[in-house]
Every structure is written in C-alpha cells, then in structure tokens.
Nanobody, 126 residues
Framework: FQLQASGGGLVQPGGSLRLACKASGLTSDYYHIVWIRQAPGKEREGVSVINRRDGTTRYADSAKGRFTISRDNARNMVYLQMNDLKPEDTAVYYC????????????????????WGQGTQVTVSS
C-alpha cells in the first residue's frame, strides 16, 4: 500500500491550508490514519488522528479548535483542514498508519505508527 501526503505550502499567519493523504491499498485492518508533524529541532508530534472505520477523531492540544480531520473512505482520502495557522505550525507534515487497532489514549503516539508517507512542508510566515 501507499500513503501520499499533499497540500502543503507557504501561508501567512491566520491563513488556512488543507492537507490531503491518499491511502492506497489499505485494508480495513489499518484502523487509524494520523497526521504527524516535525519542526526543525523539535520532536515529532501527533497532531490529529481518525479511525477509518467509525470516524472517531482525536486532536493534540496544539490543534484543538483550529484543525479538523476528516475522511472519505470511497476515495481512500484523509484530510486535515488547518485554520488560523501560526508560525509554530511550521513543520513537515506526514500521514501514517499501522496494522491493528489502538486504544484511544494511544492513537496520537508517534511510536505506534510504522508506515509513513512522504511529508509535505507547511510554512507559516509573513
């Protein structure tokens, strides 16, 4: 299977971007798609995750109220709508998955995800 992230770019503070992750060839045993970001000099952070089966979502505190994750199973797509972007959101954003289901409390743990797509750069700057 393959994960392909797209939609990054340069945006001014307060602006919006919509990232897309195409998850080709995944079976239903790959429950979760997570968006992970890595900023220069910082640890990787699980930003948001969605359960492909039941649509359950979860957000890091840094994303709550600004980011929205959604899925379109018919198109094998997962989206991350990012609003009110801040300079600290600047990072490479990856979508990732794993085989099997996680308990909800573990779904933003970066170490739980074994299959990653290539990243897409998001830069928030004036």
């Amino acid at each position: 299977f393959q994960l392909q992230a797209s939609g990054g770019g340069l945006v001014q503070p307060g602006g919006s971007l919509r990232l897309a992750c195409k998850a080709s060839g995944l079976t239903s045993d790959y429950y979760h798609i997570v968006w992970i970001r890595q900023a220069p000099g910082k640890e990787r952070e699980g930003v948001s995750v969605i359960n492909r089966r039941d649509g359950t979502t979860r957000y890091a505190d840094s994303a709550k109220g600004r980011f929205t994750i959604s899925r379109d199973n018919a198109r094998n797509m997962v989206y991350l709508q990012m609003n009110d972007l801040k300079p600290e959101d600047t990072a490479v954003y990856y979508c990732a998955t794993r085989f099997g289901r996680l308990v909800l409390s573990a779904t933003l743990s970066v170490a739980q995800y074994h299959y990653w797509g290539q990243g897409t750069q998001v830069t928030v700057s004036s």
